[in-house]
């Protein structure tokens, strides 16, 4: 095993200091139970992420990705234990602390949430509303300033030529692509995302997601994302976890070292024979350059 992980389950504990405005999240004991304790969605999860760190959450469908997401701007409160937010407990916010968080949190989600009616830049503008006073209803409403800077938004995720196109009429890519500048408008320290190319092509996946994590450098954003597929995350992450059942089985540092191989550990024991592991590798020859 690379990295020195703990024979026994694989996890390495990453050690960061608890000095305020280190990291951007810190989870202890992380416990989530649905329909009256008979689903334990998370059972015990603990990690810390540093600031400007990209980390990559896999694990099956049903292992509580989502869920464990969902903690991290409110959506779902703890059964036991804290999510710790920009030195925020996201448990102990008000309705109006918890709003100020969220326009520090952004979320990506897998079928986008843009509103398909409206065109691509007031979709994009809407993620400056945690920002100014008072609704907009048209892209006309925002500032010429903000205007400028949501079409350099679409510039970054090269749609520029498409703001005042409907954004229903763009494919599905392109559709998760004007999310993403939302996102961005928004100017988040932090970026949640749950599978945000799960509905795409594999090729268009790959584009996407290089898309989102090479703006996120750009503007310093700490990014957790939550992937069903190994490859995609291979390429970028700078940290990886995964979750079985609820629980971390596997933590480290992503480098040319860590093999698809190493990572499989996360799907084995629901696999012993690894028959199924093929759907969740690039197995063809071709690899990246
Ligand atoms: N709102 C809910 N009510 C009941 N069970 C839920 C709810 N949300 C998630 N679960 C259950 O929690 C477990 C983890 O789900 P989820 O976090 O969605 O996993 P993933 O995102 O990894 O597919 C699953 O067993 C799921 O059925
Ligand atoms: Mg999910």
Redesign the pocket.
């Known amino acids: 095993m690379k990295f020195g992980k703990s024979a026994s389950s694989g996890v390495v504990r990453q050690e960061n200091s608890t000095t305020p405005g280190v990291n951007a999240v810190e989870v202890t004991d992380l416990v989530?139970t649905?329909?009256s304790g008979k689903?334990?969605?998370?059972d015990g999860v603990s990690f810390k992420v540093p600031k400007g760190q990209l980390l990559v959450?896999i694990?099956?469908?049903?292992?509580?990705?989502?869920?464990?997401?969902?903690h991290l701007n409110g959506l779902?409160l703890p059964t036991e234990g804290s999510a710790i937010v920009l030195d925020e407990n996201v448990s102990s916010l008000s309705r109006k602390e918890l709003r100020s968080l969220r326009r520090d949190v952004g979320f990506v989600f897998q079928q986008f949430n843009i509103v398909g009616r409206l065109t691509c830049i007031e979709n994009v503008l809407s993620g400056a509303l945690g920002r100014i006073w008072g609704p907009r209803i048209s892209a006309l409403m925002y500032s010429k300033s903000m205007r400028s800077e949501a079409i350099e938004q679409l510039e970054r995720v090269g749609l520029a030529d498409k703001a005042w196109q409907r954004t229903d009429t763009l494919s599905g890519g392109e559709q998760q692509r004007v999310a993403i500048a939302r996102t961005l408008m928004q100017k988040p320290q932090i970026v949640l995302a749950?599978?945000p190319v799960a509905s795409l092509d594999p090729e268009i996946s790959g584009q996407v997601m290089d898309l989102l994590v090479q703006c996120c450098i750009e503007d310093g954003i700490t990014v957790l994302c939550?992937l069903h597929q190994v490859d995609l995350a291979l390429g970028w992450a700078n940290r990886l976890i995964g979750?079985r059942a609820?629980k971390i089985v596997l933590d480290t540092p992503v480098d040319e070292s860590l093999s698809q191989e190493d990572v499989m550990v996360v799907y084995q024991q629901l696999d012993p024979e690894g028959t199924k592991t093929s759907e969740y590798l690039d197995t063809s020859e071709t690899s990246s350059p």
């Not at 292992?63 to 997401?69: A, E, F, I, R, V």
């Open positions: 989530k649905f329909d689903i334990r969605a998370l959450i694990g099956l469908s049903g292992s509580g990705k989502s869920t464990l997401l969902r779902h749950d599978e939550s979750l609820g």
